[in-house]
């Protein structure tokens, strides 16, 4: 146990709670990817084994090449379902947090967590978390929130429940919020935990092939086109960024996830260690950052963007043009912003 990065402090009266079946409600961020989701339905089809009843709420749609975990078919999706959801979130004994640390980050449905006299619990791996939570797992240490939600499952002696769908679900935060096993979040620990999975039945192949080789004709054309055109290196910098405009989403037939792992190949270049990208939405341009060594943009996120993450990885969003948001982004960086830092 000496490897966990982190422990829940009053582990005992959480286990304790439950040793009776109970009414649970397991939400995540909003627009989930692999850890959110996968960490979710792991922790999901556990909690149902043990005989309680489970119900897992997102807050908004995830990319289909998500959909093939064991309890997909299960998940309330919040927006169309919003009368079920509070009901739901009224009704609970129990509201698990997953893979975020502040409501705001999961919408309309943030409200009704927060009113209801359910105890929470927090799953996470992002920097500062909100206190609204009895009982807390967070490590910014833990490379996926599906670690945590391993480790939590191993403190309860019970990882040897976890069946082949849940280890597969688990498996799939790991290996995209490690980046395919290559960030420095990467630890001996991460692999303990994949053998574990294995040795469960995780098909490792299999969940890999489900998750990056799913892509639509469309979603290629599109990563075709952003790179040709829609790529920018900002002159005399080590940044690149991406952008796309809601012509570009129309004419490359958008759906969500699309643009998932997109602002990676800026990180690719040779030379560039800071990548974002910026996508126009109706309402909203929503950003993602990316970095390499030692350059927080979780902070120029937080400070300029409206948003947060972890310091290799972050997002935000703001409700200027897309155009004022590059224009203030690329000022950012040719003032070399303290926060971004690069080396020209
Ligand atoms: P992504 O770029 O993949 O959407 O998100 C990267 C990281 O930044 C994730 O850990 C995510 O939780 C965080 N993040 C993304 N968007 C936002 C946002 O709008 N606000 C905050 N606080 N964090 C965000
Ligand atoms: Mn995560």
């Known amino acids: 146990h000496l490897l966990f990065t982190s422990s829940m402090q009053n582990l005992a009266a959480f286990k304790a709670l439950l040793e009776l079946p109970k009414r649970i409600v397991i939400t995540t961020h909003v627009k989930p990817d692999a850890d959110a989701l996968g960490s979710s339905l792991g922790l999901a089809g556990y909690l149902l084994k043990q005989g309680h009843q489970v119900c897992v709420i997102t807050p908004t749609d995830y990319p289909k090449f998500l959909n093939w975990m064991e309890g997909n078919d299960d998940v309330l999706i919040f927006e169309g379902n919003e009368e079920k959801s509070k009901y739901l979130v009224e009704n609970a004994d129990l509201i698990f947090c997953l893979d975020f640390s502040s409501l705001n980050r999961i919408g309309e449905l943030g409200k009704m967590v927060a009113e209801s006299d359910a105890e929470k619990v927090l799953i996470d791996h992002h ?13 910014t240490e833990a490379a996926a929130t599906a670690e945590l939600v391993y480790d939590l499952i191993d403190m309860l002696g019970d990882s040897d ?3 082949k769908g849940m280890a597969e679900a688990l498996y799939a935060g790991l290996l995209t919020d490690t980046g395919n096993f290559k960030h420095p979040s990467t630890t001996p620990h991460v692999h303990n935990i994949v053998a574990s999975l294995m040795e469960l039945g995780a098909d490792v192949s299999k969940v890999s092939h489900k998750i990056y080789d799913s892509n639509s004709l469309d979603r290629m054309r599109l990563l075709g086109f952003a790179l040709n055109e829609r790529l920018e290196i900002i002159e005399g910098t080590n940044v690149a960024y991406f952008y796309l405009t809601l012509e570009d989403k129309k004419r490359f037939k958008y759906q969500t996830g699309d643009s998932e792992g997109l602002v990676n190949y800026g990180l690719a270049i040779e030379g560039i260690n800071v990548s974002a990208i910026f996508i126009e939405d109706p309402d909203k341009v929503k950003i993602s950052f990316r970095s390499f060594g030692d350059i927080p943009v979780n902070e120029l996120s937080r400070k ?15 409700d200027d043009s897309l155009e004022d948001t590059i224009k203030l982004f690329r000022e950012l960086v040719t003032k070399q912003t303290k926060e971004l830092n690069y080396e020209v």
Do not use: D, M, R
């Open 127 to 139: 920097l500062n978390p909100e206190t609204f939570a009895k009982y807390v797992l967070w490590s």
């Open 161 to 163: 429940k976890l069946t």
């Open 304 to 318: 300029y963007f409206n948003g947060g993450g972890h310091k290799n990885a972050a997002g935000g969003a703001t």
